[in-house]
Structures are given as structure tokens and as C-alpha cells.
T-cell receptor, first 115, second 114 residues
Framework: DAGVIQSPRHEVTEMGQEVTLRCKPI?????LFWYRQTMMRGLELLIY????????DSGMPEDRFSAKMPNASFSTLKIQPSEPRDSAVYFC?????????????FGPGTRLTVL | AQSVAQPEDQVNVAEGNPLTVKCTYS??????LFWYVQYPNRGLQFLLK??????LVKGSYGFEAEFNKSQTSFHLKKPSALVSDSALYFC????????????FGTGTRLQVFP
């Protein structure tokens, strides 16, 4: 199994530009999570999907952030327009849907730098 | 409120010595507890979990964790540390209000010196 795949691994952009991060979950997993990690705030859950449906987006910082999951094997996190404070490592994770105790598997992350 | 606490920002251990990374939790009801490790420039990797049963849980890379209900703790342990164990370790608990979600601690950086 290839694990959770994220692209790009690194992204450098200028303030005001649109940024799109991509994630392919592990095949057979039907829960997908987007996290953000910074030194100041640690690991934050932004949004998660069950069976491609957004369940909880309360962690999304503001309207500049949006996420979609058009099918079971692909999700995007978009920031438009981007700001320097969005600089962070963004992780995607997936798990089997159970509502109980299945562990989440994390991708390698996308390191975003907004200048 | 549900939470996990990792009281130490950093733990320093000499190679070959036993290591302990501490975690305490606050959850009403039965907790589901997890440990993850993050190596530099990598995503979090699952190490082990406690769901029910034996209080001593064995996981990957020789790590184990002991669930202690009376002390509400779930400390991560290893009998003999390796330099390659140096990483950031996260404790997490299943959110009982939304059981698909994990509540993560702030992380503990483990440094193993040769």
C-alpha cells in the first residue's frame, strides 16, 4: 500500500495567490482529515469527511479556506487568497470509518510558505 | 472538557537507558488512547493504541505504553533507547462527542544522546 499521498510536498507562493493542496487517501479508507501544524498552534484539525461528505469544518480558519472531496480517492484543500500567516505544514490523514477506535494514517505533509 | 496533556516539552535520554514520555488524559467514560511519532519532515506515524483489556500495550519499534486508570495516565515507554528514536511524540485520545476525531497533545520532543 502506498499510504496517504499528498502533493505538492513543498509550495512557495506569494500573498494573494491561490493555493491548492491535494490528497489521495489509502484505498478502502472512508474517513479523510485535513490538519495544519505550526510551531505556535501545534496540530489543528481543519475539516474531515466521511464517505466524501464534510462532517465537521469548525476548524477551518476562515472563508479563505475551502475543502472538497469529489470522490473516495481524492481531496483538495484550497486557500484563496493566501496570506503569510497561512504558512504551515498541512497534513492529510485517512482511516476506516467506524466511529470507534481506528487509527488515522497520515501523509507526508505539504510545507506551505506564503511570502 | 476532554483533553490530553504532555507535561514535558522535551525529554533527554542517553542511548541504552530506558525512556518514558508522559501523557495524562481527561475524558468522561472509557478512553481510547493513541501514541504517534513524527520524525523530522515526515507525517505522524501510529505507534500503538489502548482500547480495552490489558493495561500494557505493545507497539511498533519496541515501544509500549501503560494505561493507568487511577492516575488517568498513558505513558509511553521503551526499555532501551536508540539514537534513532529521537523524534516528536504525540499522545491522543478519541473524542467521545465525535468519535471520528482525535484530540492531540502538544507533543514531546525526545532526544536520545549517544
Amino acid at each position: 500500500d502506498a499510504g496517504v499521498i499528498q502533493s505538492p510536498r513543498h509550495e512557495v507562493t506569494e500573498m494573494g495567490q491561490e493555493v491548492t493542496l491535494r490528497c489521495k487517501p489509502i484505498s478502502g479508507h472512508n474517513s479523510l482529515f485535513w490538519y495544519r501544524q505550526t510551531m505556535m498552534r501545534g496540530l489543528e484539525l481543519l475539516i474531515y469527511f466521511n464517505n466524501n461528505v464534510p462532517i465537521d469544518d469548525s476548524g477551518m480558519p476562515e472563508d479563505r479556506f475551502s475543502a472538497k472531496m469529489p470522490n473516495a480517492s481524492f481531496s483538495t484543500l484550497k486557500i484563496q487568497p493566501s496570506e503569510p500567516r497561512d504558512s504551515a505544514v498541512y497534513f492529510c490523514a485517512s482511516s476506516r470509518l467506524s466511529g470507534s477506535y481506528n487509527e488515522q494514517f497520515f501523509g507526508p505533509g505539504t510545507r506551505l510558505t506564503v511570502l | 472538557a476532554q483533553s490530553v496533556a504532555q507535561p514535558e516539552d522535551q525529554v533527554n535520554v542517553a542511548e541504552g537507558n530506558p525512556l518514558t514520555v508522559k501523557c495524562t488524559y481527561s475524558v468522561s467514560g472509557n478512553p481510547y488512547l493513541f501514541w504517534y511519532v513524527q520524525y523530522p519532515n515526515r507525517g505522524l506515524q501510529f505507534l500503538l493504541k489502548y482500547i480495552t483489556g490489558d493495561n500494557l500495550v505493545k507497539g511498533s519499534y519496541g515501544f509500549e505504553a501503560e494505561f493507568n486508570k487511577s492516575q488517568t495516565s498513558f505513558h509511553l515507554k521503551k526499555p532501551s533507547a536508540l539514537v534513532s528514536d529521537s523524534a516528536l511524540y504525540f499522545c491522543a485520545v478519541r473524542d467521545i462527542r465525535d468519535t471520528d476525531k482525535l484530540i492531540f497533545g502538544t507533543g514531546t520532543r525526545l532526544q536520545v544522546f549517544p
